[in-house]
């Protein structure tokens, strides 16, 4: 069995262009008390989230991702309200910025980590633009205050890396590991 330790409706989407049957298993883990420098710890997160679920499952392949949005050295999570969406547009608004995720797969005789990096370049971004999109509740939910699917919103000027990776899962990069490991064919 497949398993996808994860509550993310935007994971369980994205995964299921790859594996179409899986088991959803929430992680019982609590972030903010796993520490890494912030390039490895999406990928932290992820393993952690991980082997919380697999041992439970020890005989099954359970995956687990993690995906954070960094401008400047910060990291820029989810608004906890629309002032906070507000700050975080205004400060992506023309710049470019990673998208950082990390993944863990572990397998009754595997484990594979990866992390895999999307540099992101907003478009200038008005006020009126901000606000529109914060009144549709877009922000919401999305580390960042956007998601790159938003397509009625032109937020985004272009991307280096994966698409899907911004979304929250690097499905191409997920894809040629399951393909080595012959999940998938």
Known sequence: MFILASSSPRRQELLKQLIPNFKIVIPDIDER?????????????ARTKAYNVHHLYPLDFVFACDTMVYFKGHRLGKPVDAADARRML????????????????????????????????????????????????????????????????????????SYSNVMGLPLEDLKRTLKKLAIIF
């Open 90 to 161: 205004k400060l992506l608004s023309g710049q470019t910025h990673k998208v950082i995720s990390g993944y863990t797969l572990i397998g009754p005789t595997f484990e594979g980590n990866r992390t895999v990096v999307t540099c992101v370049t907003f478009n200038q971004l008005s006020n009126e633009f901000i606000n529109e999109y914060i009144e549709k509740g877009l922000p919401f939910g999305k580390a960042g205050s956007y998601g790159i699917q938003d397509n009625d919103f032109a937020i985004v000027k272009k991307i280096e890396g």
């Open 33 to 45: 008390f796993i520490v890494a420098r912030d390039s490895i710890l999406p990928q932290e997160i």
